[in-house]
């Protein structure tokens, strides 16, 4: 044999020697597959079982809220005849009761200056508070809730609300009503006399006689709960109806500032008179 035949035979012999394990190794990698396929086909098998059974579940529990909601709303019926009210009243009042409590929100951003300013605002809250809650709707616990909360709001805003502003004047010589009144730091216009006087009138036994020294409240603001601002065309009757609801009480305005008053059928432009009977407020100096 020659040299080159032996080299040959030596290179078959390695192809085969090294071929025999890549088989065994590939058969055996085969049947590892084929057991771990077994295996997920398996659990292919438990999980569409389990799958099976939640749709049975859901099926059961999806009857028992059907039958739930319909006993809710057999109760919520009851509770409608109760009251007086279809669900659709229910719907309503919660949109206006969501619109009050928006308009309660943005007066409670105001300063206590911006509120005493728009304290007609506040008052209109306040009866529209006591409206909402005469409503049937309103004993409904999702609202008499938020009612008793939007109440405590309002008080905590009238609290919190600014007093009537006023200054100080000290009387010189040459002053007189008039041109105290004119003075750009207090009305800037001399008819408004009678406002200062109003609010002094047991420091001036005459209002066309003041004398130097004397210590006078200017008035910017006036008290509403207290006091009312006297307008073209006002009589007693009119304000007793607008401060009071009742045209027939004239006469406690009458007693409270006769003297301010020539008779009980005149009244001044600008008079502040005191309304008794309702509550008051200090006034913030300055």
């Known amino acids: 044999m020659t040299t080159r035949m032996i080299v040959l035979a030596a290179a078959l012999l390695l192809l085969i020697a090294v071929a025999a394990p890549a088989q065994a190794q590939q058969k055996m990698t085969y049947e590892e597959y084929q057991a771990e396929l077994a295996q997920w086909q398996e659990r292919e098998q438990q999980a569409n079982a389990a799958l099976e059974d939640c749709e049975s579940q859901k099926s059961q529990l999806r009857a028992e809220i059907e039958g739930l909601d319909s006993e809710i709303s057999t109760v919520w019926n ?35 200056e911006q509120m005493y300013e728009q304290q007609d605002e506040l008052a209109m809250l306040e ?25 405590a709001d309002l008080d905590s805003y009238r609290k919190r609300m600014a007093g009537p502003r006023s200054v100080k004047y000290t009387v010189m010589r040459g002053d007189h009503l008039w041109g105290i ?41 006036i008290d509403k709960n207290s006091q009312y601002l006297v307008k073209r065309g006002d009589f007693l009757a009119k304000i007793a109806e607008e401060v009071y609801g009742d045209p027939y009480k004239w006469r406690d305005l009458y007693e409270a500032n006769r003297e301010l008053m020539p008779d ?15 509550g008051g407020s200090k006034m913030m100096e300055r």
């Open 78 to 112: 009851e509770v409608f005849d109760e009251l007086g009210a279809t669900d659709t009243d229910v719907d309503a009042f919660a949109q206006r009761f969501g619109d009050f409590e928006r308009s309660v929100n943005r007066f409670g951003r105001l300063s206590p």
């Open 264 to 278: 009980e059928n005149m009244l001044y432009e600008n008079t502040i008179l005191t309304v008794p009977g309702r």
């Open 181 to 221: 009144a004119k003075m750009p730091d207090h009305y800037g216009d001399g008819a408004k006399w009678m406002r200062i006087y109003s609010v002094n009138r047991e420091k001036i036994d005459d209002p066309d006689l003041i004398y130097p020294e004397q210590a006078f409240s200017v008035p910017l603001d």
């Open 127 to 151: 009866k529209e508070l006591k409206g909402l809650s005469k409503e049937p709707q309103a004993l409904l616990t999702q609202f008499k809730q938020r009612i008793d909360r939007a109440g």
